[in-house]
């Protein structure tokens, strides 16, 4: 597809798809995609969970160039569920322990005299406690495996959709930067999003 040069006058020293106040506007061209899955220099518009995860971890710790809509939010698919696997071993493991010792709580009078001993947890307290480290130790392993890559697409996500990437930073605002970098990661591609490609990549026009 062809996009029709501005009209000429002085019109024509204004930015590319902009006219004068009250004359029509003509199209801007797309952003530039990648029309390869296998090609990491440019992002891929309307990427597959398989194709988005395969880039996401290719990029490890590429802060530069963009990520499109659909590569960011299946890489954030992704990590949740790594992360949900240790958070449900810590949660189910936590909950187990409430539970025992609330019921150690109500039997401690009635064995306390038996001979039974209180500072054995038994069988399943054992289990309960190797449950809670295995947890605590996969969160970890995924928290610093992930933390790179997922910081790297989000400040390519943010580049596609024409803002700098210390915008991410934004989170550390409280209450509302969260907020704001969300809404910005929700933004469309936009064509002045280009100018965060690599030089090799504008000058080869692709």
Do not use: C
Not at 181 to 188: A, G, N
Request: hydrophobic share 45%; glycine share 10%.
């Amino acid at each position: 597809m062809t996009y029709p040069p501005n009209p000429p006058g002085p019109q024509s020293q204004l930015p590319y798809g902009q006219a004068p106040y009250g004359q029509p506007q003509w199209a801007a061209p797309p952003p530039r995609g990648a029309s390869s899955p296998d090609d990491l220099t440019l992002p891929l518009y309307g990427a597959t969970f398989r194709q988005a995860t395969k880039r996401f971890f290719k990029q490890y710790a590429n802060f530069s160039g963009r990520a499109s809509l659909s590569e960011y939010w299946w890489s954030a698919l992704l990590t949740t569920l790594l992360m949900l696997i240790p958070t449900l071993l810590i949660t189910i493991g936590a909950i187990m322990t409430a539970v025992s010792a609330a019921t150690a709580a109500a039997q401690e009078q009635g064995l306390s005299g038996s001979g039974y001993d209180l500072a054995d947890p038994g069988p399943m307290g054992f289990g309960v406690r190797v449950l809670l480290i295995v947890g605590v130790v996969l969160l970890l392993v995924a928290w610093v495996a992930l933390i790179v890559p997922s910081l790297a697409i989000a400040w390519r996500r943010l580049h596609d959709a024409g803002f700098p990437g210390p915008y991410y930073f934004l989170t550390l605002v409280p209450s509302v930067g969260s907020i704001i970098v969300l809404v910005l990661m929700l933004l469309p591609s936009k064509p002045e999003g280009q100018r965060f490609d690599r030089p090799s990549q504008v000058s080869s026009g692709r």
